[in-house]
């Protein structure tokens, strides 16, 4: 069974640079798990940050970006803000038509 | 804009079926793949099912597989997710999303509102 791993919570300080990983227990995050990040606040539905490791979605800001570090994919936030605390899920495709989450990291700006 | 309103989601009792909808505006629906997500309460988030533009290729996690069954009908601009035989383990939110192209190989770019399914006695 593959599994997703990102950090449970973090911590930022207001207009600081934080980078989030995502890993797979099974082997390396590369391009070609379509590595995806998404932001969530309670009660919401979830919103598209990057998709395939790096594309901005539409309207999101330019100080989020998506890149593979090492053997992990990784989402850095730059500029931190306030409204940016929320819960951040990263989605891995892992072939055969089967696309797998992360278990969330849960950001706090303080 | 592009628009995706779920829909059906209602209290199940164990054992059951429910068929949710999901109704696509917006964009043209029948060129891109669709996903379903699901959040059980105070839980992250899961996958659940995919299915390509066309309907020719359908792909299902381990949890809800020979349970659950997507479609769509292009003609109605709807995605479709039929539960059976429901566990309390799938009580959850269940969101529609589109997927970024046609196949089942990419993410879910634009995601629904969701429609609440509560499975209980």
């Known amino acids: 069974q593959t599994v997703v791993t990102q950090e449970p919570s973090f911590s930022v300080s207001p207009g600081g640079t934080v980078t989030l990983t995502c890993a797979l227990t099974?082997?390396?995050?590369?391009?070609?798990?379509?590595p995806s990040w998404y932001q969530q606040t309670p009660g919401q539905a979830p919103r598209t940050l990057i998709y395939?490791?790096?594309t901005r979605s539409s309207g999101v800001p330019d100080r989020f970006s998506g890149s593979i570090l090492g053997n992990k994919a990784a989402l850095t936030i730059t500029g931190a803000q306030a409204d940016d605390e929320s819960d951040y899920y990263c989605?891995?495709?892992?072939?055969?038509?089967?696309?797998?989450f992360g278990g969330g990291t849960k950001l706090a700006v303080l | 804009q592009v628009q995706l309103v779920e829909s059906g989601g209602a209290v199940v009792q164990p054992g059951r079926s429910l068929r949710l909808s999901c109704a696509a505006s917006?964009?043209?629906?029948?060129?891109?793949?669709m996903h379903w997500v699901r959040q059980a309460p105070g839980k992250g988030l899961e996958w659940v099912a995919v299915?390509?533009?066309?309907?020719?290729?359908?792909y299902y996690a381990d949890s809800v597989k020979g349970r659950f069954t997507i479609s769509r009908d292009n003609s109605e601009n709807t995605l479709y997710l039929q539960m059976n035989s429901l566990r309390g383990d799938d009580t959850a939110v269940y969101y529609c999303?589109?997927?970024?192209?046609?196949?089942?190989?990419?993410?879910?770019?634009?995601w629904g509102q969701g429609t609440t399914v509560p499975v209980s006695s």
């Open positions: 299915i390509w533009y066309d309907g020719s290729k359908k």
């Open positions: 099974s082997g390396s995050v590369s391009t070609s798990n379509y």
């Open positions: 917006g964009f043209t629906f029948s060129s891109y793949a």
């Open positions: 989605v891995l495709f892992v072939g055969s038509g089967i696309w797998v």
């Open positions: 999303a589109k997927a970024e192209a046609a196949t089942a190989s990419n993410p879910m770019d634009v």
């Open positions: 395939n490791t790096n």
